[in-house]
Each structure stands twice: as C-alpha cells, then as structure tokens.
C-alpha cells in the first residue's frame, strides 16, 4: 500500500495497528492496545471470531456480493484452507439489537464469501474475523475505498458506482471536496464518475460489467459526444448478442470487439479521426460531422489568430 494510502488509513483509523493477544473465553478472542497520541491514553480493541450469518453488508459496501462466486474468490479460499483460518480482520459496525443480523461488513466481503462457502462445503470450523469499529457513514466509506482502492478484484465499474453515489449522499454533489477528502485528483475522479454515468445500453454491450474498465469509457465519450444515437443503436444491437450468449447460444461479443464496433457505428469504417496540422500551431481534427481544433495554451495570439485564419480560409473555400 502506498505511503498516500497509510496516510487515509492513519486518518480513518487512528489506532488499529496493534498485536493481538489471545482471550481466555473459549471463542478466542483477540485485543488490541492502542496509544492514543493525544491524550495518552490506552485503548483496547477486541476482535471477535464470529458465524459470518450473523454479518450483513453495509448497504454502501463498494463491492457488488452478488458478482462473488467460488471462481473469482478461489484464490483467498485456497489460502484460507491453506493457513487454517482468516488472518486479517474484517471491519464491521454493531447494528441495533433485536433487528435481524448483529453486524454490517464496511471491510471484508470476499473473506466473508470464502468463510461462508468453506462453511458451507464441510469445513465447519471456519469462523469470520472481525473488528467493531465506531465510524460515521463517510469515514466508513473513505476506508472501503482505501482498503480496495488497489485491488484488481474489485472492478472499475463497482469503485465507480461507489463514488457516484457518494459524491451526493456525503460530499453534496461537490467533486472537488469528494477528491479533497479521498486524497486524488480532481481529474482522477472526474474519469471514474463518467464510467459510473454511461447509458445502460452501453452497460449491456459488455460481456460482464466487471470488465467495463475506466479506459473503455474514456474511448467511448467521444463517440457518445459525436454520434450518440448511432452508437446507442449498435451497442443494443451488442447487447442482444451478448444476453443470447449467456443463455448458451454462441459465443460473448470480447471487449475489443465491442469497442471497435461501438466506434465503426460513429465513424463508419474510415479512421475515427485525421488530424491536419494548420498554421499557427493548430491542429484541425474530423471527427464524423463534427470538427474539433486544438492548440496549446502557450500559443501567442498572433499564432492563434493565424491559425483560425487558415481554418476558414479552408473551410469556406469548399
């Protein structure tokens, strides 16, 4: 993790990295001591081995459980069986007495996935391990992201989804405190809230929507910008391949397939874009019926005025 990462973990968690140590009660409980730098105080921390049964998913957990399965989750299942238990803990709130399950997952879904199917297939030893912390709703969620941030387990589509929806429940809609707040840019951001806004019908051109990547969306706006109802058009048509295709018939449409069918629909078969480079350091670009110029923001105005020129000398000449 890097040094960016521990610096978000410090400031959600202050005190959670400490040694445990085994409890006398028999269901082996584990403690941790925390120096608080403040006060000076000591604070002990108990994990708990509990029935993953008697754990929920937060609501706002930034993985989709329903997309975890015995494949994608085979390789902590192995090493769970393989080490005799769960080694790290997972982070859990304490919900309300007498309403159903006794803790929500804010860290932790897939370990609670593989606990429950080794449970589940006759290793009924296995218990899930977690903390109880006391977080607000945003901390819960700047930890989650922190947490998986790094993870090539969790899609881009599902960090997407998460950060759309947080933007409005914690930070009112303002991207630059959400960017503030989670330690990225601004930039970083604004490309994983516009994978999160793609149409559905997009959505339902892929494959799996865990294979939607971030880069994808970025190939894709252009041609949403220049012929959004061709593109709509042919990614429904994808779709349709892609539902009969896991009802057994044929084969999925691969994502680079996708991509370049999704970009023949804007353009047609000629290149997507020819660029020309005009005087004034200018550089025109064709973009179907659409034409986009460029220039660097050092330009002088002269350059830019002479540019332009040659533009509409051009363009009114035909």
Not at 2 to 30: E, M, N, T, W
Not at 100 to 113: K, L, M, Q, T, W
Not at 171 to 181: E, L
Not at 255 to 277: D, F, H, I, N, T
């Amino acid at each position: 993790m890097s040094k960016r990462h521990d610096a978000i973990f410090d400031d959600v968690l202050k005190d959670l990295s400490a040694q445990p140590a085994a409890d006398k009660a028999g269901a082996r409980f584990l403690k941790r001591t925390n120096a608080l730098a403040d006060s000076g105080e000591r604070e002990e921390k108990v994990l708990r081995w509990v029935d993953p049964a008697s754990c929920v998913m937060w609501a706002r957990h930034n993985r989709a459980y329903d997309l975890l399965t015995e494949d994608n989750c085979r390789d902590l299942i192995d090493s769970l069986k393989a080490q005799g238990q769960q080694e790290f803990p997972a982070i859990v709130r304490k919900l309300p007495p007498g309403q159903g399950p006794e803790y929500e997952v804010i860290c932790g879904a897939r370990r609670h996935f593989a606990v429950s199917w080794l449970r589940a297939n006759n290793y009924s030893q296995f218990r899930y391990l977690i903390e109880v912390r006391d977080l607000t709703d945003e901390e819960a969620f700047r930890l989650a992201d922190i947490e998986n941030r790094d993870r090539a387990d969790l899609s881009d589509y599902e960090r997407a989804c998460d950060y759309l929806q947080a933007l409005d429940i914690y930070y009112g809609g303002k991207q630059k405190t959400m960017a503030a707040r989670l330690e990225v840019s601004e930039a970083w951001l604004s490309r994983y809230l516009h994978l999160a806004r793609l149409p559905k019908a997009i959505l339902d051109a892929f494959p799996q929507l865990t294979e939607i990547r971030e880069l994808h969306a970025r190939s894709i706006r252009p041609l949403l910008q220049d012929a959004e109802g061709k593109v709509l058009a042919e990614a429904a048509a994808i779709a349709q391949e892609q539902a009969q295709a896991r009802a057994g018939q044929g084969s999925p449409v691969p994502v680079p397939k996708v991509l370049a069918r999704l970009k023949a629909a804007a353009y047609g078969s000629k290149p997507a874009a020819e660029k020309q480079l005009l005087a004034g350091a200018l550089t025109i670009e064709h973009r179907g019926r659409k034409v986009r110029l460029e220039f660097p923001d050092s330009i002088s105005e002269a350059d830019l005025r002479a540019g332009f020129e040659s533009y509409l000398a051009g363009h009114f000449q035909k």
